[in-house]
Each structure stands twice: as C-alpha cells, then as structure tokens.
C-alpha cells in the first residue's frame, strides 16, 4: 500500500456528476476492505467498507464494488458535491488481526 | 462510531528535542492501536504496532530507538519522536481497533526547526 510517484492522482468533476475512484489491492488474501476520504490537515474519515464475500455495497450516495478476480476496487459517489472534494484511500485488511494498508490515493475535485 | 482524539493537533521543535504524541480511544478499548505516518501528497504509510501492555511491533525501515511507543493503558498509547529532525516533519495519524473496525484520530502535525 506505499504511494508511488511524486503526485496523487486528480479526478476532476463537476458538481452533480458521478464520480468514479478506482484502486488496485495488493494481496489476493485481503478480506475486507474499506474506503476513507481524508480532508487537507485531517484523519482519514471512514465511508463504506465491504468483505471479500460480497461484490457490491450501497450506503448513501457512495457504492463500492470489488472485482477479486483483477484485485479491483471502486468508489461511486452519486451527485457529486463540492464537499466531496477531498483525498479517498482504499485499503485492505489481510485475514486476521493485521493493520489496514492503504492504497496510493486519490485527489476529488469538485468543480461547482 | 468510535472515536480517537491525538493530542497535540501540531507542534514545532527544535532538532534535538523529544516530541511525545498522544492517542486516546475515547469511547471504547483499543489493546491495539497503529501509528502511520504521511508525508504530503502522499499515502497512510504504517510505522508500527501497538498493544496494550507489550511491546511495539514495528515495520521495516523504522528505528524503534527513535520512535518509542507506550500502551499503558486500553485507551492511551503515545508516540515519542526522540531527537527530533526536520526529517521527522510530517503527519503523524494514530489509528485504533475497535470491535467494529479501526478508526483514526485527526492527525498531529509535526514540525522540526
């Protein structure tokens, strides 16, 4: 779960779209997973989780999907608001009572 | 939901100096609490372990000697960054597990003159 490179990626969308935030999981063990979204100077903030028994989850607004076979896992934000602006993480728990490692990051900008 | 608080929310040092940092699971038992620290524009990177009432378990690449961490009790562990450095500088964001899964306290910015 190290960042790579020198930037997050950007995802740029205007308010009232849907916004789509992909990850890619390290470890084909993982069994739960759960996206946080980190506002600038702040925790990370939980938002949806989901177990690897489950392909799709809905909460408000926000669905996840997991793809075990290409270790894939999305965000969909519906109607995207200018709050929703901020850095989402993925990250995995590998099977037991392991720390949760967290995927490179991505940056939402809202435009309104 | 669970809720951890850090404190400070952020200090500056001289180089030389010790910084302790504390994390407190406010309204619920953690036996296990992470450190992770965050450069900018950049990912959670863990740095070590922590349980109640034994030792840290660090990751590779982080000095134990330099990052001492305590967990004397079910909701405090603290992290002191001895001999500070502008190296050191960063986000230090304290993580606990609770029943329902791990929640993380605001962060602690950390900045070494």
């Known amino acids: 779960g190290e960042s790579v490179g020198l930037h997050l990626p950007t995802l740029s969308v205007q308010e009232g779209d849907n916004s789509i935030i992909n990850c890619a999981y390290s470890?084909?063990?993982?069994?739960?997973f759960i996206w946080y979204k980190q506002e600038s100077g702040k925790g990370p903030q939980f938002i949806i989780d989901i177990r690897s028994n489950m392909d799709k989850r809905q909460g408000q607004r926000v669905t996840v999907l997991l793809n075990k076979t290409v270790k894939h896992l999305s965000l969909q934000i519906a109607a995207t608001q200018p709050g929703d602006s901020a850095v989402y993480f993925c990250?995995?728990?590998?099977?037991?009572?392991?720390?949760?490692?967290f995927g490179k990051g991505t940056r939402l900008s809202v435009i309104a | 939901g669970a809720v951890v608080s850090q404190h400070p929310s952020r200090v500056i040092c001289k180089s030389g100096t010790s910084v302790k940092i504390e994390c407190r699971s406010l309204?619920?038992?953690?036996?296990?609490m992470f450190w992770y620290r965050q450069f900018p524009k950049k990912s959670l990177m863990l740095m070590a372990t922590?349980?109640?009432?034994?030792?840290?378990?660090?990751e590779q690449g982080v000095e134990k000697d330099k990052f001492l961490i305590n967990h004397a009790s079910l909701t405090l562990s603290t992290l002191t960054v001895t001999s500070a450095h502008p190296e050191d500088s960063s986000f230090y964001i304290c993580?606990?597990?609770?029943?329902?899964?791990?929640?993380f306290g605001p962060g602690t910015r950390l900045t070494v003159l």
């Open positions: 309204d619920f038992q953690a036996t296990t």
């Open positions: 993580s606990a597990r609770a029943h329902n899964g791990q929640y």
């Open positions: 470890n084909s063990a993982s069994d739960y």
């Open positions: 922590s349980n109640e009432g034994s030792k840290a378990t660090y």
């Open positions: 990250a995995e728990n590998i099977k037991g009572n392991t720390p949760l490692v």
